[in-house]
């Protein structure tokens, strides 16, 4: 309703100035915006203000010439002037009705647009270090980063998902040594555990699985060679392992991107990746050389420091690495590149800004930081599972609560604030359960559609989609939709696409499940003042059946946004 509101108050003005009510030469853009308060109407315009000026008449007297042009609009139930000029508009049934109508032939595409133009954009997220289980701090990034590209898919960007795998440097020597020392454990060897080995058990089921399976070949090979062994297959089980319970919650990349292939010779032998972005920025002027290392000038571009990108014994920096793996991106064509990373990694933004501007894509990455997530139960703070005695992962959350829950609770919150997630509370069948309440709107609408099908003599049992075409309801009349919870419910159907707009550009997923939490309450409150099937009232029941419908299908398209699911019974 936006445009089409913008466009009622350039034409009331343009009318007026034919009139010869106003004198302007140039009309200002019409400002149309939603009232804070709900009470001062549907939408607002501060466009008085700014014809004032040029039009040499005080603002209010220039909005009381605005307000009078628009009242006998047919969109229009009523207009006042409010403060020093603003235009305070409040929609008629009969535009709330249209949109009901759009919402439900949008279906799927609803809140769509082509604001990304066809352009290319990565989503990076997760990336954890295949070298054991993630944690439930990834399952937030997992969820936020899958929600990030569906919605940006929706307004018409080409979405690629990539999985960083950091399976380079000194952390996969360790994951080798330490599987290595677990399956010297079971070949009855006494050889030390490494003192900064990881000590989970996840290790010891990974060496079990070769010991059981190899037996004690390995016992008395050399060091090197067994851990090198240890090294490849042990990252193979973690990697698909990781990619397993990623697929589980719904979350499927398009490109896993290994770490070593930077540190690899290119296939004529010449430099690796990393030297060759290195070379470029030092083409560029921003490498210099400085107590035998090699430095980029990040201070040029806002940073509070140079960065080192090779050391003085000639290793590169991970720095270096990320800087050669962001250089690979644009190479690849992207024409933005967005990063969802850790809390841990707040202070790694700027160097990491600069270094794409300086490799000249300025203002093509965002980076998103992900604060933690704060597991309950029942009100008190859950650090140990119960199974292993070690932290809770990603997995044992999602197999406790549900694929569903998960994603939803990840994304309730803004991503610069941390996620209390209440393991009881996320398993409630109650009004308590955000997800839980969503879901059953979604269920009941469904279930009144059944319902109406049995009465009408057809299938109630056939999937919902297939009950809706049996109703018919196609040419419903809306014209019964004017009752206040009516109303309320086609007002807050009418926001779908605003709000889905400004999910989108601001990468924020969290203002979709608020929405879908208010869409849920205007239904419940609807179903609980409106008879939705009434024999005495068919035409009644037909425009009604028509709005609850179009209500489950905006619920399903948010839902499907969110990679939460829209079950058609509970």
């Not at 609009?73 to 603003?86: K, L, Y």
């Not at 009941?444 to 999937?463: T, V």
Request: charged share 30%; glycine share 8%.
């Amino acid at each position: 309703m936006r445009e089409a509101i913008e466009s009622m108050v350039i034409a009331a003005i343009e009318d007026a100035v034919d009139a010869g009510e106003l004198e302007l030469v140039e009309i200002p853009e019409p400002s149309v915006e939603r009232p804070r308060d709900p009470a001062h109407g549907d939408w607002a315009t501060t466009v008085a203000l700014k014809c004032a000026k040029a039009a040499g008449m005080p603002p209010r007297q220039v909005a009381q010439i605005v307000a009078g042009r628009l009242a006998d609009h047919p969109d229009i139930a009523s207009v006042e002037v409010a403060g020093p000029g603003f235009i305070n508009l409040r929609l008629s049934p009969t535009a709330l009705q249209r949109v009901v109508r759009h919402v439900r032939q949008a279906d799927s595409k609803l809140g769509s647009s082509d604001s990304g133009a066809g352009r290319r954009v990565q989503v990076e997220f997760v990336s954890a270090n295949p070298v054991g289980p993630m944690h439930v701090g990834h399952g937030r990034w997992a969820a936020l980063g899958d929600s990030v590209a569906r919605l940006l898919a929706h307004t018409g960007w080409s979405v690629e998902r990539e999985f960083y795998v950091n399976d380079a440097g000194v952390q996969m020597d360790l994951f080798a040594r330490s599987v290595s020392a677990r399956y010297l454990e079971f070949c009855g060897s006494d050889e030390p555990f490494p003192e900064d080995g990881y000590q989970g058990s996840y290790i010891k089921e990974i060496a079990r699985e070769i010991f059981d399976a190899e037996g004690t070949c390995w016992l008395d090979a050399s060091a090197a060679s067994r851990e090198e062994y240890f090294r490849e297959k042990a990252y193979a089980q973690v990697l698909e392992h990781l990619k397993r319970v990623l697929h589980d919650f719904g979350v499927d990349f398009d490109v896993w991107f290994s770490e070593r292939r930077l540190h690899a010779a290119s296939a004529d032998g010449g430099p690796c990746e990393i030297d060759t972005a290195i070379e470029e920025l030092r083409e560029r002027g921003h490498v210099y050389d400085h107590e035998g290392a090699v430095w980029f000038r990040s201070t040029a571009f806002g940073d509070d420091k140079d960065r080192v990108l090779v050391k003085a014994d000639g290793s590169y920096t991970y720095f270096a690495a990320d800087i050669a793996y962001h250089k690979d991106k644009f190479d690849r064509g992207f024409d933005r590149v967005i990063n969802i990373w850790g809390a841990d990694h707040h202070g790694y933004v700027a160097r990491m800004q600069a270094a794409v501007a300086a490799l000249g894509h300025e203002g093509q990455l965002d980076i998103v930081i992900g604060q933690l997530v704060n597991l309950f139960r029942n009100g008190e703070a859950v650090r140990m599972s119960k199974r292993t005695g070690e932290m809770v992962t990603f997995e044992e959350l999602v197999e406790e609560v549900g694929a569903d829950a998960a994603r939803y609770w990840f994304l309730r919150r803004s991503t610069d604030q941390q996620v209390d997630f209440d393991i009881a509370v996320a398993k409630e069948q109650s009004a308590d359960n955000p997800v839980y309440y969503v879901q059953y709107a979604h269920a009941r609408i469904c279930s009144i559609l059944r319902k109406a099908a049995e009465e009408a003599g057809e299938n109630p049992d056939a999937a919902v989609d297939d009950v809706v075409a049996a109703l018919a309801l196609d040419e419903a009349d809306l014209a019964p939709l004017d009752s206040e919870a009516e109303l309320a419910l086609m007002r807050e159907l009418d926001r779908f696409g605003e709000v889905i707009d400004v999910a989108a550009r601001e990468l924020a997923p969290y203002k979709l499940t608020r929405y879908v939490e208010e869409l849920a309450a205007s239904f419940h409150q609807f179903y609980t003042v409106c008879r939705v099937i009434d024999p005495d009232a068919p035409d009644l029941t037909r425009a009604r059946l028509f709005a609850v419908d179009a209500t489950r299908r905006a619920l399903r398209c948010a839902l499907g946004l969110l990679g939460v699911g829209a079950p058609e019974r509970m």
